[in-house]
């Protein structure tokens, strides 16, 4: 497969493995808990902070379980001026960014920088992808082409879904030199393509039905079976099975399929059809053979194009204008914020009524909105997780998801007048975890944080929850094959002491534990009393701390 090679790929080839793991540390005064309960991480989250670190920080809870993620890059059109802040260690790269930004089209390297920011977070998001997951990123002209090739090597060229087309503008721009640009793309990829089992990979939801597409079954023959349209017989997938000739009963006139199609089942169907009246034979009955297609036998839902247009998912312009009802009281830094109809839209496809949803370029927070009107209208529980990395992210992102919960008294829309309900929790990024702040006591980890990211460096994905009564032997997670011990609290006279230890007793009780259950015990502690040989004997892998922490 041809891949896409730019300045910088080397040095950031592997810098989303190197990116620090640091902690998710909430804000209570900013937060927006339900009634009577404290934020917590396992709400809905909005996280300020660089989104390389934010979903870094996100992997021992969410690695492998988010559902749907959408984001909206900057597109580098080279007005924008956005800023390359990624602190990358490799020294050459460093001199090549010493003057970081702001990235505009005077860079004759912008490419090159854009392409070197979004690489390590595409490949983080994979991460936190569920396997039956998928991603979609808006994207227009300026960089389309170079993100396709690279997502298409960062999750398989065999997993390209569809690239949309979605109309965010109404109107031409007369004053464009060449064409009026209208219109945006947004690419999609899954994790994994469904091949046809259940639960094996992503497949799609059908869009709703709508009173618009009922009104295209327009004939009704009054025979009880309601009302259908003409459909063609045949279709371009060739079949040489399906290609014989249907007898016209009233002419005696045999058809065959256009040249190079055919029909679209066996002949044995076809007249099983004629005999039940599904088949249509045109001018009155004298000409070639057609389907009816009956509403009550079609899917539940509409298959959905590749092409939206504004009157089905909103514009641009739209999306200004809900801004500014939401937040009639100041004035927005935002040109081209996303249409709430355009990720209502792309949820609805993506995902169940449980999904978790991440955006890690949140903006103006239209994602958030979109799950709890989504939420409001079906009630559903998706779940919502925001990133934004710019100053606004109190005033203007979450502020946002604030008045929608709450309620906008100005609003035209009656749910968002009243208020759509939800919470959330606001985050920033605490200290890094590291061994050398382990090894002096500094900041140390809570409990839950350092068992989450044990299992999520052990095995690549994270755990469901914590076991919140740890016990003496520290027994808080297990797998099909494993069991997790860690003997730990967050205090550098325990770390120290032989109580933080594991020894003989501890082992003898943990063994006996993992071999009723005939899995392997891995036990993360500071110091052992007893030798490898005979942990190994009895079926339990010890990792030291601090040093385990890297597994």
């Not at 297609?293 to 959905?304: M, S, W």
């Not at 309620?407 to 009243?418: F, M, R, T």
Request: charged share 30%.
């Amino acid at each position: 497969m041809p891949t896409l090679d730019f300045k910088g790929k080397q040095l950031i080839y592997a810098h989303h493995l190197a990116a620090p793991s640091r902690t998710l540390e909430i804000d209570a005064k900013k937060s927006f808990p339900s009634k009577g309960q404290k934020p917590s991480l396992d709400s809905n989250l909005i996280i300020h902070g660089d989104n390389l670190h934010a979903l870094k920080a996100l992997m021992p809870r969410y690695a492998g379980r988010v559902n749907c993620i959408y984001i909206d890059p900057p597109y580098n059109t080279g007005n924008e001026k956005w800023v390359y802040n990624d602190n990358v260690s490799s020294p050459m790269i460093k001199e090549w960014l010493k003057d970081k930004g702001p990235v505009d089209g005077e860079d004759l390297e912008r490419h090159d920088k854009w392409l070197c920011m979004m690489w390590p977070r595409l490949h983080l998001l994979r991460e936190l992808l569920a396997e039956d997951g998928v991603i979609f990123v808006s994207i227009d002209d300026n960089e389309q082409h170079r993100l396709r090739m690279m997502m298409d090597e960062i999750f398989g060229e065999e997993n390209f879904v569809a690239n949309i087309i979605w109309q965010k503008k109404y109107a031409p721009a007369n004053d464009a030199k060449y064409f009026s640009d209208n219109h945006d793309f947004v690419l999609c990829y899954a994790k994994q393509k469904n091949n046809g089992k259940e639960k094996d990979g992503w497949a799609r939801n059908l869009l709703p039905r709508t009173e618009k597409t009922n009104k295209l079954y327009k004939h009704d023959d009054n025979d009880r079976r309601g009302s259908y349209r003409i459909h063609d017989l045949s279709v371009k997938t060739y079949s040489k099975a399906y290609d014989y000739p249907i007898l016209n009963p009233v002419t005696g006139k045999k058809y065959l399929p256009p040249e190079g199609r055919c029909w679209m089942t066996k002949e044995e169907t076809i007249k099983e059809w004629m005999a039940e009246g599904k088949v249509f034979f045109s001018k009155g009955g004298r000409g070639a053979p057609q389907l009816k297609r009956y509403l009550k036998e079609t899917q539940q839902g509409i298959v959905p194009l590749t092409i939206w247009t504004y009157d089905e998912v909103g514009h641009t312009d739209g999306a200004r204008k809900l801004l500014k009802e939401i937040f009639s009281d100041q004035q927005l830094p935002f040109d081209n914020p996303k249409a709430l109809g355009l990720l209502q839209r792309i949820f609805t496809i993506a995902a169940d009524k449980n999904a978790i949803v991440l955006d890690s370029f949140a903006g103006s927070g239209t994602t958030a909105h979109a799950v709890l009107a989504l939420n409001k209208e079906d009630g559903g529980n998706r779940k919502f997780i925001l990133v934004e990395c710019e100053d606004y992210a109190s005033k203007i992102t979450a502020e946002r998801v604030r008045r929608v919960i709450k309620g906008v008294p100005k609003a035209k829309d009656e749910n968002l007048k009243n208020g759509l309900g939800g919470s959330f929790a606001y985050c920033t990024l605490g200290e890094e975890m590291s061994i050398e702040k382990m090894l002096t006591g500094k900041n140390l980890p809570d409990y839950e944080t350092l068992a989450r990211h044990l299992v999520y460096t052990a095995t690549g994905q994270s755990p469901d929850k914590i076991r919140k009564t740890k016990g003496k032997d520290g027994f808080f997670h297990e797998t099909a094959d494993k069991m997790f011990y860690l003997i730990y609290e967050p205090n550098l006279d325990f770390l120290r002491s032989t109580g933080s230890a594991l020894n003989s007793i501890r082992a003898e009780r943990i063994a006996k534990q993992t071999k009723a259950k005939k899995k392997t015990a891995v036990v993360f502690a500071t110091h052992k009393f007893m030798g490898q040989k005979e942990l190994a004997e009895m079926g339990i892998v010890f990792c030291g701390l601090p040093y385990g922490v890297l597994w």
